[in-house]
């Protein structure tokens, strides 16, 4: 946990669809793995560079046990190496206010046919997976997915990252005291990650689910 991290044993209410993560008054910390070569590049340019390809859809994720579990505590094949990306928070909710759900849901749009039309128009795909445990087990509630192509990819790229940080060790770490059954340490390992403040008309687009929501972490 780095010192910007806001960090309380006070329990956090969990809403079934929630943005949680780890973000300051200016930027969100969502996640992503990439083979060496890519996250590379990367850490070195403080951005993405070839050859991370621009033309195709790039996923980012603000969890990151999800993180874990996607790329299997950072043992799959073109996700050994896991990073965490500091971007613009107005960048993270530019995206989301641009979005379209990857799904149909009657709760967001009035017909079916709205909802095609707001997929097409829209260069981010949202989508709600659940969340996961320390030891990867799903969770009764979701953690978001967010995937940028398009305008979007050439913002996050352009203007939206901050930083860059190889978090690859950090996790493995966390995976050894899971597998040795060190439970307790591996979640005191975690970043500590708490509700997001959204705008209302961002949260009624992704099909959020309102509840209490967090302060930023102090700078």
């Known amino acids: 946990m780095t010192s910007g991290e806001r960090s309380t044993d006070a329990p956090l209410p969990v809403a079934e669809r929630q943005v949680r993560a780890r973000f300051t008054e200016e930027t969100i910390t969502v996640y992503q793995a990439y083979a060496p070569a890519i996250a590379d590049a990367a850490l ?19 969890s990151f046990l999800w993180m874990m579990y996607r790329s299997g505590w950072a043992t ?49 795909r949202v989508q709600w997976d659940p969340e996961r445990s320390v030891t990867l087990q799903p969770l009764p509630y979701r953690a978001i997915q967010i995937g940028l192509s398009g305008e979007a990819v050439e913002r996050y790229v352009a203007k939206w990252v901050v930083r860059i940080s190889d978090v690859t060790d ?45 302060s930023p972490a102090e700078p």
């Open 76 to 124: 799959k094949p073109g996700q050994e190496r896991v990073l965490a990306v500091e971007m613009t928070r107005e960048g993270f909710e530019w995206a989301l206010a641009h979005s379209s759900l990857s799904h149909y849901a009657p709760k967001v749009h009035a017909d079916v046919g709205a909802w095609k039309e707001q997929l097409k128009a829209s260069p981010v």
């Open 44 to 62: 070195a340019a403080g951005t993405f560079m070839a050859p991370f390809k621009r033309e195709r859809m790039t996923w980012i994720k603000p």
């Open 170 to 214: 950090a996790a493995r770490a966390i995976h050894r005291d899971v597998t040795a059954d060190r439970l307790d340490e591996a979640s005191a390992g975690l970043p500590r990650e708490i509700p997001y403040p959204l705008p209302e008309g961002i949260r009624e687009r992704i099909g959020g689910t309102s509840a209490d929501q967090g």
